[in-house]
């Protein structure tokens, strides 16, 4: 991004070339290659730009001649992109996404250093089989566990639980833990029917209705604490499931992972007697995504059921 001084905002502006133009002494480290996919901001991608994305990338990473991957993003839905590709990517080269905070105007572009780095992990032998990384700010993250967590600081990107898995120290790729074990799921044509419903005090079924009404087929709803919901929305939950729409459960808290700890109306233990599935420690926009993969992958609910829970959970 760069300010336009008639809109008074910032606008995509920089290509490829310009921003790697900025990264100087790179080439002492790697041979790079620069391609453009697009130049949207990042509110601007959807779904099936990410789906076009990873078999995009695929292509690169199918090369012999090429060692790794990197992507810069808009921070806005750049944990959504590295969380799909880290689902729809085969291979075990690094990929790793990237942004900056601060747009190309302002004092303090952190671009080109987020760049830099994101290269230095890109090109390390350690950070192969890792699957999607996100590094900003020194900091490498997965993609799994990664999440924007404040508007404006440059570091934004957090992961919640576990914290990061690695730094850039003096140009070189450090990591502290494995992280996560990761999923492939094949997918050739996406389903793009899912919504996101965030739970608040009092709320009914009147969401999740139009979304079945819609023609949904799957849905993620952000419970509160463990994973409940208050009562009234219980009978859209059911008649969902009832219709065969996928509902999977997740926290609108910002730390820890959903169980079946109450037995109240609307409890876990409940939802989970319905037929919904558990959403583990996932934030609802990844969770919405993962759910987008999975009934593009299968309708069978019990083999969603198995992408979401297995190894987590059991009945």
């Not at 671009?111 to 390390?124: D, E, M, R, Y």
């Not at 993250?141 to 440059?154: D, Q, R, Y």
């Given at each position: 991004m760069k300010f336009d001084s008639k809109l008074h905002?910032?606008?995509?502006?920089?290509?490829?070339?310009?921003?790697?133009?900025?990264?100087?002494?790179?080439?002492?480290?790697?041979?790079?290659?620069?391609?453009?996919?697009?130049?949207?901001?990042?509110?601007h991608v959807t779904p099936e730009t990410m789906l076009e994305l990873s078999k995009y990338l695929q292509q690169f990473l199918d090369r012999e001649d090429i060692d790794g991957v990197v992507v810069t993003h808009g921070?806005?839905?750049?944990?959504?992109?590295?969380?799909?590709?880290?689902?729809?990517?085969?291979?075990?080269?690094?990929?790793?996404v990237t942004g900056s905070m601060r747009n190309g105007s302002e004092l303090g572009y952190d671009?080109?250093?987020?760049?830099?780095?994101?290269?230095?992990?890109?090109?390390?032998e350690k950070a192969r089989g890792r699957g999607v990384l996100v590094v900003l700010n020194g900091e490498?993250?997965?993609?799994?566990?990664?999440?924007?967590?404040?508007?404006?600081?440059?570091?934004?990107?957090?992961?919640?639980?576990?914290?990061?898995?690695?730094i850039i120290d003096n140009n070189e790729a450090?990591?502290?833990?494995?992280?996560?074990?990761?999923?492939?799921?094949?997918?050739?044509?996406?389903?793009?029917?899912?919504?996101?419903?965030?739970?608040?005090?009092?709320?009914?079924?009147?969401?999740?209705?139009?979304?079945?009404?819609?023609?949904?087929k799957g849905i993620v709803i952000e419970g509160t604490g463990r994973g409940n919901i208050p009562p009234m929305m219980i009978s859209g939950v059911k008649r969902a499931i009832e219709k065969n729409v996928v509902v999977v459960l997740?926290?609108?808290c910002f730390e820890g992972r959903v169980y079946g700890t109450y037995g109240y109306p609307g409890g876990g233990k409940g939802l989970r007697d319905l037929g919904v599935i558990y959403g583990e420690n996932m934030p609802g926009q990844k969770a919405r995504i993962k759910l987008m993969i999975a009934l593009s992958n299968t309708s069978s609910m019990k083999e969603i059921k198995n992408i979401f829970e297995k190894d987590f959970f059991t009945d």
């Open positions: 905002a910032a606008v995509p502006t920089l290509s490829g070339e310009d921003i790697m133009s900025m990264v100087t002494g790179i080439e002492n480290f790697a041979q790079i290659e620069t391609h453009t996919f697009s130049n949207l901001p990042g509110p921070t806005d839905t750049l944990e959504e992109t590295a969380y799909f590709l880290d689902l729809t990517l085969k291979s075990e080269k690094p990929v790793v671009g080109p250093a987020n760049l830099s780095a994101s290269i230095c992990t890109a090109i390390s490498i993250n997965c993609a799994s566990e990664v999440t924007k967590s404040n508007t404006m600081s440059l570091d934004t990107f957090k992961s919640p639980e576990f914290g990061p898995i690695g450090i990591f502290y833990r494995s992280g996560p074990e990761r999923q492939y799921i094949k997918v050739d044509k996406l389903e793009i029917r899912v919504d996101l419903i965030k739970c608040a005090a009092g709320m009914d079924s009147r969401l999740i209705d139009f979304c079945v009404d819609s023609g949904d997740v926290s609108r």
